[in-house]
Each structure stands twice: as C-alpha cells, then as structure tokens.
C-alpha cells in the first residue's frame, strides 16, 4: 500500500478545490496515498530523453492531410 503523508493530502486537497470537485474524504485520502507514485512515474516520463520531438498527440495546423 502506497504511503499517505500530510503533505500528499494537502496537495490533492489543493487540486480538487482548484477543480471545484469535492469528493467524499474517504476518495481524498485514496487520492492522497496515489499521488506519491502517480507523480514519481510522471517525473519518470518527463525525465526520458527523446530529443527535439513532439509527443504523437500534438498536430499542428497545416500538417495533417500531408
């Protein structure tokens, strides 16, 4: 079971006020024990060097149809 810090509560709490959600405080706290990992694997993905390109979701105008 992932670790749930005070820090991890805050943080989602911050998050879903800024989103207007307001789920039950049990769905918080599942949240908060979540996010530790969540943000370690995205930091993971950030980190990867793939050089000067873009992700495949991004299209730009005039590109498509080529």
Do not use: C, S
Not at 15 to 40: M, T
Request: hydrophobic share 45%; no cysteine; proline share 8%.
């Amino acid at each position: 079971m992932p670790e749930k810090t005070a820090d991890n509560v805050t943080t989602v709490r911050a998050l879903l006020d800024a989103a207007g959600l307001q789920p039950p405080q049990v769905e918080v706290e599942r949240l908060a024990e979540l996010y530790g990992p969540i943000r370690r694997q995205v930091a993971m993905i950030y980190a990867a060097d793939i050089g000067n390109v873009d992700p495949a979701n991004v299209f730009r105008a005039g590109e498509i149809g080529r």
